[in-house]
C-alpha cells in the first residue's frame, strides 16, 4: 500500500485529510456475479470474513435492506481499544459493485468500493479498492507506517481466503 498518485482527489471530502492511502485487492470467485454478489449482499457474513482477532461484530439488526443510504453499525476490538465504526452504502449496483464509506470510526476517511465483473461464462472477478486516511496527521502517518498497513494487510488476507472459501462451499 502506497500512497495514492492519482492526481483527483479523494472520492470524499473529510476536512483535514491531507494525504490518503490506497489498497487495492483482485481476486477470481466461482460463480458468475449474479451468483456471487448474494453473499455480499448479507451485511452480516461481513462477520464471518473478519479475522477473529478482532472481535468485529455488526451492530445493526438483521437483516439490513442494502441499498444506497443503508447505514450500518459495527463494533470491534482493535490493539485492546474497543472501536464503534458507522457506514453508509453509497452505491448500491447489484451483480455489480457497491461503495460503502465511514461516517463515525477510527478513519479520517474510509471509502471502499467493491467491483465484480465477469470472467468467463462461470467466474467473477472481485476487486476491493479503499481510499483511506488516519486522523491526527502527522501522527497518523507514523501509526499507519507502524501498525495500520500491516494490520489492513493482514485483515484483507484473511477476508480473501475466507470469502474463497465460502464461496466455493456454497
Do not use: C, K
Amino acid at each position: 500500500m502506497e500512497a495514492d498518485t492519482d492526481p483527483r482527489p479523494p472520492p470524499v471530502r473529510s476536512p483535514g485529510v491531507l494525504r490518503y492511502h490506497v489498497l487495492r485487492r483482485e481476486q477470481r470467485l466461482p460463480g458468475a456475479p449474479g451468483d456471487v454478489f448474494p453473499f455480499f449482499a448479507d451485511a452480516h457474513n461481513l462477520e464471518a470474513i473478519t479475522p477473529p482477532w478482532l472481535g468485529f461484530r455488526v451492530v445493526t439488526p438483521a437483516p439490513i435492506a442494502m441499498r444506497a443510504g443503508a447505514l450500518i453499525e459495527y463494533r470491534l476490538r482493535l490493539h485492546g481499544l474497543r472501536l464503534a465504526w458507522l457506514t453508509r452504502i453509497d452505491e448500491w449496483t447489484p451483480g455489480v459493485r457497491f461503495v460503502d464509506s465511514q461516517l463515525a470510526g477510527p478513519y479520517a476517511l474510509w471509502h471502499h468500493t467493491h467491483e465484480f465483473a465477469p470472467d468467463g461464462p462461470d467466474a467473477t472477478v472481485m476487486r476491493d479498492t479503499v481510499r483511506y486516511a488516519l486522523p491526527y496527521w502527522p501522527l497518523g502517518e507514523v501509526a499507519h507506517a507502524l501498525l495500520v498497513r500491516r494490520d489492513l494487510e493482514r485483515i484483507f488476507d484473511f477476508r480473501s481466503a475466507e470469502v474463497a472459501r465460502r464461496i466455493s462451499a456454497r
